[in-house]
């Protein structure tokens, strides 16, 4: 049985820059898979690159990219669209400007299941409100009839995701579904995904740049660095023995109560996630980092570093503890 | 919704005032009338009996309260020259300037929504630069011309349609034509700029995100943001229009609102133009408010502000 979604060596490029640079996953059913990253470094590309929703300009290559056993490389966009939004759907980062303006919540929910179900209008409506009810929105009804300027942001988000359920995905995209929300309402909305994974078997690629989230949601994660996956494990392992310099760099940067004493500067990686030219080889993180050698500039080995660990790095045994 | 209507109506109140008082202060610059109405043979005797006729020699305040009042009551006095009441006349050419600027703006909609979707749809193509370079030429060419080359392909090389006159709806073709060439640029240069707009939304990638069909996104989601100020500007466009009917009218001799303010200003009869400009405006005032309504009406975000 093949995972729902197997992404090996997905490059997209704009124009002259690489904005990802052969990158390999897989999202299990009923897995969270956390892709995690600074801004810039191809998170969202990669998410959109799957969804086939690349931005005009953008051109995509992957080596395999399946789903569900379904290899969707070739997929136009007609049979592209008959996918998306029926057995994989996303929610986008910008609750506020997602939604479009012009239509009440229920018509914006109920055309999803009308296109791809043929589903009538009542018994869609019918379907718009468990979900609003499920995803905790009190007075469905009323919510359905208002548009999206006389709702919270929070709810708005919850909308969204209550929309991107309407026909039971298998596969859920959630691109930093709660960095533009408050950290109460974030709570609520990550307690909610898992609770709906746990009842539907959902996969979820989560995209995030929070290891807050990612620690309290994740199954496995994916650290992505310029456009490519540095490291790869399982959340706890991940935690416990980060390999690569950027994740232990990305990981000294979150103050921990009772790690980091009052006083003591917080970590930080020196620099910016650099653009990287076409026909450019080796590490991309070697000028920002304080273990980098002359083979860095040189083809690097994908090594075994722990249980299902991986990391992308010429230390064999990783950064020194 | 009640406070932005009041808002609204006030202020197309007031600038209807301010027409009204500068239809009535303009004829009155343009010279004596009771000289220009009495001709040039007249003598001072004959200027003199025609200003106190017509009431001229009262003082201008007095003409003026006593036109406004008389205006407000639909009264527009008689036509030196036609001999009726202006208002008459006014309400019996009114129907044709109308088909006219109806027909004008259902071209200039049937031209400028489709080819501005295809623009904003293929920004930065060909195909967009085409179009866009059309609106040019359509915006740089003056309507009496474009009506006097259409007269002389349509009409004499070709023998189509009526060159002239009032008389069955071809004679409406040739004019509406032209009219519409003065709103198509603004209006289809509105829509492409709105669709390109609205298709980098992110309303724009949610709607692919759902699947829906390519028409849906572009028509459902993306056309019907980027109407709302297409809609309102066609309001406006239709006033200019019905104002612009004026050069078109004359040019093709239909006999509407626009070709009456042409043969009074000719003839020096100051009660039908001044009646003429007032009514224009006002119909001009109320598509601008019109168009407001329409705003809110089309913007959910408008209706409960």
């Known amino acids: 049985m093949s995972a729902l979604l197997e992404i090996d060596d997905l490059r997209v490029?704009?124009?002259?820059?690489?904005?990802?640079?052969?990158?390999?996953?897989?999202?299990?059913?009923?897995?969270?898979?956390?892709?995690?990253?600074?801004?810039?470094?191809?998170?969202?590309?990669t998410s959109l690159a799957v969804m086939g929703l690349l931005a005009k300009g953008g051109k995509r290559e992957a080596a395999r990219l399946s789903f569900a056993g379904e290899d969707i490389r070739e997929y136009d966009e007609k049979r592209m669209s008959r996918l998306r939004g029926d057995r994989m759907a996303m929610i986008f980062q910008e609750p506020m400007t997602s939604l479009n303006p012009a239509y009440t919540v229920g018509s914006q929910m109920t055309e999803v299941l009308r296109r791809h179900r043929g589903t009538p209008r009542a018994q869609a409506v019918d379907r718009a409100v468990e979900l609003l009810t499920r995803v905790g929105i009190t007075a469905p009804g009323l919510r359905l009839g208002q548009f999206p300027h006389q709702l919270s942001g929070g709810l708005r988000q919850r909308v969204m995701i209550a929309m991107a359920l309407m026909c039971d995905p298998e596969l859920l995209i959630a691109d930093e579904p709660t960095t533009a929300l408050d950290v109460t309402v974030q709570a609520q909305i990550l307690r909610l995904l898992?609770?709906?994974?746990?009842?539907?078997?959902?996969?979820?690629?989560?995209?995030?740049?929070?290891?807050?989230?990612?620690?309290?949601?994740?199954?496995?994660?994916?650290?992505?660095y310029a456009g490519e996956v540095v490291e790869s494990a399982p959340t706890a392992e991940l935690f416990r023995a980060p390999r690569h310099p950027y994740t232990r760099g990305l990981l000294s940067c979150v103050p921990v109560p009772g790690k980091v004493k009052r006083g003591d500067p917080l970590g930080s990686i020196p620099g910016?996630?650099?653009?990287?030219?076409?026909?450019?080889?080796?590490?991309?993180?070697?000028?920002?980092?304080?273990?980098?050698?002359?083979a860095c500039a040189g083809p690097l080995p994908r090594r075994d570093v722990g249980p299902a660990h991986e990391a992308l790095c010429i230390l064999p045994e990783g950064v020194p503890a | 919704m009640l406070h932005f209507l009041r808002r609204r109506v006030t202020v197309a109140i007031l600038v209807a005032l301010t027409v009204l008082t500068l239809s009535f202060l303009l004829t009155r610059l343009s010279g004596d009338l009771a000289i220009s109405i009495a001709g040039p043979n007249a003598t001072q005797e004959d200027i003199e009996l025609i200003r106190r006729a017509y009431g001229l020699d009262r003082p201008l305040w007095v003409q003026y309260f006593d036109w406004l009042w008389r205006a407000l009551q639909g009264d527009f006095g008689d036509s030196y020259f036609f001999k009726t009441r202006v208002a008459r006349l006014i309400l019996e050419r009114m129907p044709i300037t109308?088909?006219?600027?109806?027909?004008?703006l259902a071209i200039a909609l049937c031209v400028a929504l489709p080819l501005g979707?295809?623009?904003?749809?293929?920004e930065n193509t060909w195909v967009?630069?085409?179009?866009?370079?059309?609106?040019?030429?359509?915006?740089?060419?003056?309507?009496?011309?474009?009506?006097?080359?259409?007269?002389?392909?349509?009409?004499?090389?070709?023998?189509?349609?009526?060159?002239?006159?009032?008389?069955?709806?071809?004679?409406?073709?040739?004019?509406?034509?032209?009219?519409?060439?003065?709103?198509?640029?603004?209006?289809?240069?509105?829509t492409r700029s709105g669709m390109i707009e609205a298709l980098a939304s992110d309303y724009i990638r949610t709607a692919r995100a759902k699947g829906l069909s390519r028409l849906s996104i572009l028509v459902k989601h993306?056309?019907?943001?980027?109407?709302?100020?297409?809609?309102?500007?066609?309001?406006?466009?239709l006033g200019f229009m019905l104002g612009g009917s004026i050069v078109i009218e004359t040019v093709f001799a239909l006999h509407g609102v626009g070709y009456l303010a042409w043969e009074s200003i000719s003839k020096n009869d100051f009660p039908v133009v001044q009646a003429v400009v007032l009514v224009l405006a006002l119909i001009y005032i109320g598509?601008?408010?019109?168009?407001?309504?329409?705003?809110?009406?089309?913007?959910?975000?408008?209706?409960s502000a």
């Open chain 1, 13 to 45: 490029t704009f124009g002259g820059t690489a904005a990802v640079r052969g990158i390999s996953l897989t999202v299990e059913k009923g897995e969270t898979h956390c892709l995690v990253g600074e801004s810039g470094c191809g998170k969202s590309v």
């Open chain 2, 287 to 303: 598509l601008t408010l019109l168009s407001d309504l329409l705003n809110a009406v089309l913007d959910p975000r408008l209706r």
């Open chain 2, 117 to 122: 979707i295809l623009a904003a749809v293929k």
């Open chain 1, 194 to 224: 898992a609770e709906l994974q746990k009842d539907l078997g959902l996969g979820i690629l989560l995209i995030t740049h929070d290891l807050g989230i990612v620690a309290r949601v994740a199954d496995r994660v994916s650290v992505m």
């Open chain 2, 222 to 237: 993306g056309f019907r943001n980027a109407a709302i100020p297409v809609v309102a500007i066609a309001a406006v466009q």
């Open chain 1, 272 to 294: 910016v996630v650099p653009r990287i030219p076409p026909g450019f080889s080796g590490c991309g993180f070697r000028d920002r980092c304080s273990f980098a050698e002359a």
């Open chain 2, 128 to 190: 967009d630069r085409s179009v866009l370079m059309v609106a040019l030429i359509g915006q740089a060419m003056p309507s009496f011309w474009l009506g006097l080359t259409l007269m002389i392909v349509l009409g004499l090389n070709l023998g189509w349609l009526p060159i002239s006159g009032t008389g069955s709806w071809e004679h409406y073709v040739m004019p509406s034509i032209v009219l519409s060439f003065s709103a198509i640029p603004a209006l289809m240069r509105l």
């Open chain 2, 98 to 104: 109308m088909t006219l600027g109806l027909c004008g």
